[in-house]
C-alpha cells in the first residue's frame, strides 16, 4: 500500500508551510497510520521539504502518546508479525485540531481511546467534558 498519495502529501505540505508562517497553527490531523498486528497508531498533520520527516502524534501502544517527528521512510520499512506491515487509514478523516488529539489521546492513553472520545464530541464540545475513561478500555 502506498502510505501517501500525491494529494496527502500535498495537505501535509501545505499545513508545514503554514506553520512556518503562522505561530500557533494547529491544524487537523490528515493521515492515520496504524499497526494492523498491534496498537501502534500515528496521526502525522504535516510533512517537511524532506518528503521524509512528518510531525504528528506518536503512540506505539505503550499508553504515553507523544508529539513529535517520525519518519515516513521507517514506518514503511517496518516489517510486522505475518508478513504484515504498517497500513494507512482509508478512511480517517478529522477536523479535530492536533493539539485537541494530543490532549485528549494523553488523558485517555492512547489514539485509538482518544479517537473513540473525540468521536462522542459534537463539534462545538470543549475537550475538558469529555467522559473518564473505561477501565480496560483503549
Same mark, same amino acid.
Given at each position: 500500500?502506498?502510505l501517501l498519495?500525491?494529494d496527502?502529501r500535498?495537505?501535509?505540505r501545505?499545513h508545514?508551510?503554514a506553520? =512556518?508562517?503562522t505561530?500557533?497553527?494547529?491544524p487537523a @490531523?490528515v493521515?492515520?497510520f496504524?499497526?494492523?498486528?498491534?496498537?501502534a497508531t500515528? !496521526?502525522?498533520?504535516?510533512l &517537511?521539504?524532506d518528503?521524509?520527516? !512528518?510531525? #504528528?502524534l506518536?503512540?506505539l501502544?505503550? #499508553?504515553? @502518546?507523544?508529539l513529535? &517527528?517520525? &519518519?515516513l521512510?521507517e514506518?514503511a520499512?517496518?516489517r510486522?508479525?505475518?508478513? !504484515?506491515?504498517?497500513?494507512?487509514?482509508l478512511?480517517f478523516a478529522? =477536523?479535530v485540531?492536533l &493539539?485537541?488529539w =494530543?490532549d485528549?489521546?494523553?488523558?485517555? #492513553?492512547s489514539?485509538?481511546?482518544?479517537?473513540t472520545?473525540l468521536?462522542?464530541l459534537s463539534?462545538?464540545?470543549?475537550?475538558d467534558?469529555?467522559p473518564?475513561?473505561? @477501565?480496560?478500555?483503549?
Amino acid at each position: 500500500m502506498t502510505l501517501l498519495t500525491p494529494d496527502l502529501r500535498a495537505r501535509l505540505r501545505a499545513h508545514a508551510e503554514a506553520s =512556518a508562517r503562522t505561530p500557533g497553527h494547529d491544524p487537523a @490531523p490528515v493521515v492515520k497510520f496504524f499497526d494492523p498486528a498491534g496498537a501502534a497508531t500515528w !496521526l502525522a498533520s504535516e510533512l &517537511s521539504a524532506d518528503g521524509d520527516t !512528518l510531525f #504528528g502524534l506518536a503512540d506505539l501502544g505503550f #499508553g504515553c @502518546p507523544e508529539l513529535g &517527528s517520525f &519518519s515516513l521512510d521507517e514506518i514503511a520499512r517496518l516489517r510486522l508479525p505475518f508478513g !504484515l506491515s504498517v497500513e494507512r487509514d482509508l478512511y480517517f478523516a478529522s =477536523a479535530v485540531p492536533l &493539539s485537541v488529539w =494530543a490532549d485528549t489521546a494523553r488523558r485517555a #492513553g492512547s489514539i485509538l481511546w482518544a479517537e473513540t472520545l473525540l468521536a462522542r464530541l459534537s463539534p462545538a464540545a470543549n475537550p475538558d467534558e469529555l467522559p473518564p475513561p473505561e @477501565p480496560g478500555g483503549g
